[in-house]
């Protein structure tokens, strides 16, 4: 049962309905961390997948990471603080070329990045051309504050899940809480269905 | 990092309006009774939902600018000309008026009271509402933690909370180091964050503070660099943006 807000009509868009509930169109980038951002150097970056046995299945230096093939991408994102921004445009590695050949049982994955932050994620919603690691936004290196060099991008998920200045991803057999989960954002983030906080 | 116990879901409550008044020209803060308020930590945000009469509805995210108090819960809202949300709440919510709000959220931007670390804070325009929060829970709870406060507005007529901080600033361990970037006080100079003033305003490193700075993204991620340029631990250093939201 809402509360009717007496008064207020509110300013309804075209493009409504590609508004996930609770969200509102954003024109700029804004920029969520929870500390300052860390001095990444792409002299002595790595990416490196580890299996839920903790063995070392993957890793790449810069050099190596950025001669993958690579794809441009296009899509929404949503940012739990309430902010959508439509038409994101990205250049990043598939997870699905980064996963490709890793032999694993695992369920879920923790992304790991630069700072200490960490998010925890289905392994499922990194395959089949839903996520990637992403260097080049709107044509231009990543910038430092918006995750740079490189970020995950998760576009159908919250866009905490997106790891900011990312390095690894950690397989595991089990589902544990990241940064924000653990103090009380919610496991999955589905912006469609809401899931801002644990208990969504 | 605090592991603080999260509580569950986080249901909607209905807030009513009790009173409200001007902090300055644009911003404004809204005094709620919130029956079933679970309480909350100095630094965490609610949200606000507002419902139209054919269901249209939005959602914004505020800081929480009082200190725990019951079921009472203060916000400030810097008013965006042009905003969905603000206008509404700044200049037609009444008092008897309710709106839905759910939180306290972020368990990670916050200040504790048993905290024994001396507190920087470090402000850009209205990212001083949660930080006044923490000055604010801090002398409810007989806190002697020393508090340093700089904060960065356009002019002095944009400084919320002005006579408030100097109150506290005689009558406690408070430090406030204002900045002027556009238009200083008679006498006054103009300026913005820099070395300098971190060296002369801020703690030192050995002094091991908690810092937490909040405000527009290129103000915080100027604090933060010359912070960490100065020598405290990456680790200590919280941080919010709190660009205006329409």
């Known amino acids: ?200 | 990092m605090a592991r603080a116990a999260v509580p569950g879901r986080l249901n909607w409550l209905v807030a009513t309006l009790a009173e409200s008044r001007d902090e300055t020209a644009t911003a404004r803060t809204l005094v709620f009774d919130v029956p079933g308020w679970p309480g909350h930590l100095a630094g965490q945000h609610v949200d606000v939902k507002l419902t139209a009469e054919d269901g249209y509805s939005v959602q914004r995210s505020y800081s929480i600018a009082s200190a725990p108090d019951g079921a009472r819960l203060e916000l400030t809202v810097q008013t965006i000309a042009d905003g969905e949300v603000s206008p509404y709440l700044t200049e037609v919510l009444e008092p008897g008026d309710p709106l839905e709000l759910r939180g306290p959220i972020g368990y990670w931007f916050v200040w504790r009271p048993e905290s024994p670390a001396p507190v920087l804070l470090v402000a850009g325009g209205s990212g001083v509402v949660p930080l006044m929060a923490m000055i604010r829970a801090r002398a409810a709870a007989g806190s002697k933690v020393p508090l340093r406060l700089i904060y960065s507005v356009r002019t002095p007529a944009d400084a919320i909370y002005a006579p408030e901080l100097s109150e506290r600033a005689v009558a406690s361990t408070l430090d406030v180091t204002y900045l002027y970037t556009r238009t200083a006080p008679p006498g006054g100079r103009t300026g913005r964050i820099s070395a300098d003033v971190v060296a002369a305003a801020a703690w030192t490193p050995a002094d091991k503070p908690e810092i937490f700075i909040c405000g527009p993204t290129g103000f915080v991620e100027a604090a933060a660099a010359l912070l960490v340029d100065a020598g405290h631990d990456p680790s200590v250093i919280k941080t919010e943006r709190f660009g205006p939201t329409s």
Not at chain 1, 83 to 110: E, P
Not at chain 1, 145 to 155: D, I, M, Q, T, W
Request: glycine share 12%; proline share 8%.
């Open chain 1, 1 to 200: 049962m809402s509360v009717i807000s007496r008064g207020f009509s509110g300013r309804r868009r075209p493009g409504g309905d590609r508004l996930p509930p609770g969200q509102y169109l954003e024109r700029g980038f804004p920029v969520l961390s929870a500390g300052p951002t860390p001095p990444v150097n792409t002299a002595t970056w790595k990416f490196t997948i580890t299996t839920e046995a903790g063995e070392t299945a993957r890793r790449w230096d810069w050099r190596e990471f950025t001669a993958l093939p690579a794809e441009r991408i296009t899509k929404d994102i949503h940012c739990v603080t309430k902010w959508s921004k439509f038409d994101t445009q990205w250049r990043g590695v598939s997870l699905d070329t980064l996963l490709d050949g890793v032999a694993t049982n695992a369920g879920y994955v923790m992304a790991r990045s630069y700072g200490g932050y960490t998010t925890n994620l289905p392994l499922a919603d990194l395959r089949d051309g839903k996520a990637w690691v992403a260097y080049e936004y709107d044509g231009k290196p990543l910038p430092p504050e918006h995750g740079g060099p490189a970020r995950l991008l998760v576009p159908h998920l919250y866009f905490w899940k997106s790891a900011k200045w990312v390095t690894g991803l950690d397989l595991m057999t089990h589902d544990r809480h990241g940064f924000w989960e653990e103090l009380g954002y919610h496991d999955y983030g589905d912006p469609w269905r809401e899931q801002r906080y644990q208990g969504d």
